[in-house]
């Protein structure tokens, strides 16, 4: 999704970090990156927000990350089929249960049947089939070693595929001309002001759906070039009523839908978060200065924690811009702190490249922030968490997949984890393994552009993995 605009070619990730494995040629495998043994007690540290108060366990945080693992409405079957849970996506989450974490974000959970972010995606607009009780069971299994459990609510606007999203909306008329992974993307037409209004009601009715599942709190999904971040950024905002000019108007919707929230679910102790972009990597877009000026308004409209992230698909940035982010392998780091010491009540989490137990360890000491988010690592290995807590690692699995490469091959990993039927977790260090992947993916684009305008498949080559973890049986 956001990131991976360009073709099959590009560095590995692990390219970007210091390690001392041992690779010596052949097919590698089974390595991790390597960081030195620290003392690793303050990531253990519980951290409890200032207005839900409701305190994670410790400062591990499952960054959200798209499963596309939900039942999909068939050929001429209504689409308000869409959305409903798998047993494929109980598991998954069920396994991250299982690993020790904190704070586990789900990814993207749209708010309509017709504007979604990709095939497969959760979805809660109404209860028509009882679908609270199959996300309560996902919520069950999700929160049952302590871990909270927070819905990723999301809306497209003109990011979604043309396919599913053919009459796209959008802050204004601007449309994203790229195409990234088989997917293009249609021209999207200003929402009218009484339209802004009924999606600022949706975000409240999903909510309190949400909240009746079992979630226990709601993260507004204001990054990587959605919907919201498309009224933020300048560069999609060019509307010339009072959402738009000046960040206080940008901001508008998302502080009307924050009030809906909790207008929507009066429960005290539900969680609301905020994933922003510190920065969007593109002339004219989102400042980390704006960002900074929004995280205040945040905390003044009594929002738990911010996750700061960063880029659109047009602006990627999960890799290293700077030497000096790659030393300390966030690359937000320096962003966030710019933040945390402004905010007195907020907490901060920042996602993005941590990679190793030392690395995680640094940025809450160095006060950069409090809690760490993890994505593509928690993919490769969803126990991870436990296993830094553990002491038995110290760093995440090497990832030898082509960065641009890389949300795909991280969906290959969260459908192996979601099947669970014994065969383990591909291996992305593993040479070998990474080759049969980068052709399964070829052949999967190739074969999903030919069916198009259908959509059948949520883009995430299907692979069984050959080399890998086997610690599911
Ligand atoms: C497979 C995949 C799916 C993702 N889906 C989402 C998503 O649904 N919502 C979101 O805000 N970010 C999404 N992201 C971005 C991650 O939350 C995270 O910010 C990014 O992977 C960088 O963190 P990392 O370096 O620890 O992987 C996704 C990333 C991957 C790899």
Redesign the pocket.
């Known amino acids: 999704?956001?990131y991976d605009k360009s073709a099959a070619s590009g560095e590995s990730e692990a390219a970007a970090y210091p390690h001392d494995t041992d690779h010596v040629g052949g097919r590698g495998g089974k390595l991790r990156i390597q960081g030195p043994r620290v003392d690793v007690s303050v990531l253990n540290e519980p951290l409890t927000f200032p207005f839900s108060g409701r305190t994670a366990k410790n400062r591990f945080l499952k960054?959200?990350?798209?499963e596309r693992l939900c039942r999909w409405n068939e050929e001429g079957q209504d689409i308000n089929a869409r959305g409903y849970p798998t047993d494929e996506y109980k598991l998954l989450y069920q396994r991250w249960g299982e690993g020790e974490i904190g704070v586990i974000v789900a990814?993207?959970l749209m708010l309509r049947y017709d504007a979604v972010e990709a095939f497969g995606n959760p979805i809660l607009q109404d209860d028509h089939d009882n679908r609270t009780e199959a996300f309560r069971q996902v919520a069950d299994v999700t929160k049952k070693n302590g871990s909270l459990f927070i819905a990723?609510l999301s809306h497209p606007g003109r990011q979604g595929s043309a396919a599913l999203n053919p009459n796209p909306v959008s802050a204004s008329d601007i449309q994203l001309k790229i195409s990234w992974a088989g997917n293009e993307f249609a021209q999207p037409r200003s929402l009218t002001i009484p339209e802004i209004h009924s999606i600022v009601k949706m975000w409240g009715e999903t909510a309190s759906l949400c909240h009746k599942s079992g979630f226990d709190g709601i993260q507004v999904?204001c990054?990587?070039g959605y919907l919201l971040a498309q009224f933020l950024s300048p560069t999609t905002n060019k509307r010339t009523d009072a959402y738009a000019g000046p960040l206080a108007n940008r901001s508008r919707i998302i502080f009307e839908i924050i009030a809906e929230i909790k207008r929507r679910v009066p429960d005290p102790t539900f969680i609301l978060c905020v994933?922003l972009n510190s920065v969007e990597f593109q002339p004219g877009g989102q400042t980390p200065q704006d960002c900074a000026a929004l995280c205040l308004k945040l905390e003044e409209a009594e929002v738990d924690f911010v996750d700061l992230?960063g880029g659109t698909f047009e602006g990627r940035a999960?890799e290293h811009k700077k030497e000096s982010t790659r030393a300390r392998e966030s690359y937000f780091i320096e962003f966030a702190e710019l933040v945390r010491p402004l905010l007195t009540k907020t907490k901060v989490y920042v996602?993005?490249?941590?990679r190793t137990a030392n690395g995680m360890v640094s940025a809450l000491t160095s006060g950069a922030c409090d809690g760490v988010g993890?994505?593509?690592?928690l993919?490769a290995d969803p126990f991870l968490c436990r296993e830094i807590l553990a002491g038995r690692v110290w760093g995440a699995m090497e990832n030898l997949v082509p960065l641009p490469l890389?949300?795909q091959s991280?969906?290959t990993q969260?459908h192996q984890v979601g099947r669970g039927d014994g065969e383990g977790i591909s291996d992305w260090s593993d040479r070998v393994e990474v080759e049969r992947w980068v052709l399964a993916n070829k052949v999967e684009e190739e074969r999903k552009k030919g069916v198009l305008p259908m959509v059948d498949s949520s883009g995430f080559p299907v692979l069984r993995a050959e080399a890998g973890f086997q610690y599911l049986r």
């Open positions: 999704m956001e960054a959200p990350m798209t990814g993207n990723q999904h990054a990587h994933n992230s999960f996602t993005g490249g941590l993890i994505g593509r690592p993919a890389n949300t991280s969906g969260l």
